[in-house]
């Protein structure tokens, strides 16, 4: 029963994740090429996505759950992170069913580091192109530089005139 109920639940969150990684390279391409519409068509998907996952893992936590409690007399450490709730549940399955979750989750982790790494890739290609603009419009329009605020705290824009300032000694 926990086997199959467990298999179950990784083999949902690899197909998410890996969905998830099509509609990142999906969200990539409509940055580069600037399809806004598209961005956030699938922006939308993948907060879908996150909550399927989301769901998932709850039901993984539950399952966790019920697994200490049936074999809490058996030395199941209440102090084990995600991974060591994992492995001790897979400790004690026949050799098959061990090995068969171990492959599922270990594809699953892999699936999530190449999320990872391909959405931190996107992060650093805005990242700098938001500082490549910055620079070049800051050395474009120098009289834009600082930063001025009025009597109430509230950013007052330049409109590029002169600027008098009444000074009293």
């Not at 824009?157 to 002169?162: E, G, I, T, V, W």
Request: glycine content about 6%.
């Amino acid at each position: 029963m926990i086997y199959e109920k467990c298999r179950e639940i990784l083999l949902k969150e690899f197909e998410l994740v890996q969905n998830a990684g099509i509609i990142q390279e999906k969200i990539r391409f409509a940055v580069i090429g600037r399809e806004w519409a598209d961005f956030e068509t699938n922006l939308s998907a993948m907060n879908a996505i996150e909550s399927k996952l989301e769901s998932l893992e709850n039901e993984r936590d539950q399952l966790f759950s019920v697994f200490k409690t049936v074999k809490h007399q058996q030395g199941f450490s209440e102090n084990l992170d995600e991974k060591g709730q994992f492995y001790a549940l897979v400790s004690r399955l026949p050799a098959e069913q061990r090995n068969d979750l171990t492959s599922i989750y270990r594809g699953l982790k892999v699936e999530a580091i190449k999320l990872k790494m391909a959405n931190d890739t996107l992060i650093n290609y805005v990242n700098g192109i938001k500082s490549t603009l910055k620079e070049f419009l800051d050395l474009a329009f120098v009289e834009r530089g600082g930063k001025m605020y009025t009597k109430n705290g509230t950013h007052f824009s330049h409109d590029m005139r002169s600027m008098v300032l009444n000074q009293s000694f």
